[in-house]
Structures are given as C-alpha cells and as structure tokens.
C-alpha cells in the first residue's frame, strides 16, 4: 500500500487545517488508518485512528474535540480535520495503514507514507 498525505500548511493558532491520506490500494477498506505527528526533537505519537469501516475512532488525548478523523473507502481516502490549531501541533503529520485493525502504536502499523508539514503560528 502506498500512502500520500496532503493539505499541510502554515495557519495562524486557532485555524484550521484538512489533512487527507490517498491511497494507492484497492482493497483499501481492509486496512484501518492511522494519523501520526512528530515535532522537531520528538518521537513520532498517535494522534488519531479510524476502522476499516470508519464506524470506529479513537483519537489522543491531545487533540480530542479539535480533531476529526474520517474516511472515503470509495475514494481510497482517509482524511483528519483539525481545528482550534494551536502551536503545540505544530509537526509533520503522517498517514499510516494497519491490516484490518485499528491500533495507536507506531509499531502495530503496516505502511507509511511521507509527512506533511503543519506549522502553527501564535
């Protein structure tokens, strides 16, 4: 499975941003997704994960209520809208697949595709 993650930018704290996963593989839906970030100096942390049939999300603590995690198997697309963006998420963001499912550590995941880059300014 090859991933692409987009929709990466620089906003102003309390902006928005739309995140999207686009993936390569037609059996898409077999796999859950999963949103990751990593900050300049940090590990790489879970952020969100949706299921295979995207009825089941989860997401960190640290972006509960701002962050919505979603999917288009028809599209082969996962997507994470954020919002009431504040510095702190200030990271690359990736995209991850998961065979069948959902899981929060980077380990447990499959594929990977390259970042995309959020900056938040205050």
């Known amino acids: 499975v090859q991933l692409q993650a987009s929709g990466g930018g620089s906003v102003q704290a309390g902006g928005s941003l739309r995140l999207s996963c686009a993936a390569s593989?037609?059996?898409?839906?077999?796999?859950?997704v999963g949103w990751f970030r990593q900050a300049p100096g940090k590990e790489r942390e879970f952020v969100a994960t949706?299921?295979?049939?995207?009825?089941?999300?989860y997401y960190a603590d640290s972006v509960k209520g701002r962050s919505t995690i979603s999917r288009d198997n028809a599209k082969n697309t996962a997507y994470l809208q954020m919002t009431s963006l504040k510095p702190d998420d200030t990271a690359v963001y990736y995209c991850?697949?998961?065979?069948?499912?959902?899981?929060?550590?980077?380990?447990?995941?499959?594929?990977w595709g390259p970042g995309t880059q959020v900056t938040v300014s205050s």
């Open positions: 991850a697949a998961k065979y069948l499912m959902s899981a929060v550590r980077t380990g447990d995941y499959d594929y």
């Open positions: 593989e037609r059996t898409f839906s077999n796999f859950a």
């Open positions: 949706i299921s295979r049939s995207g009825t089941s999300t």
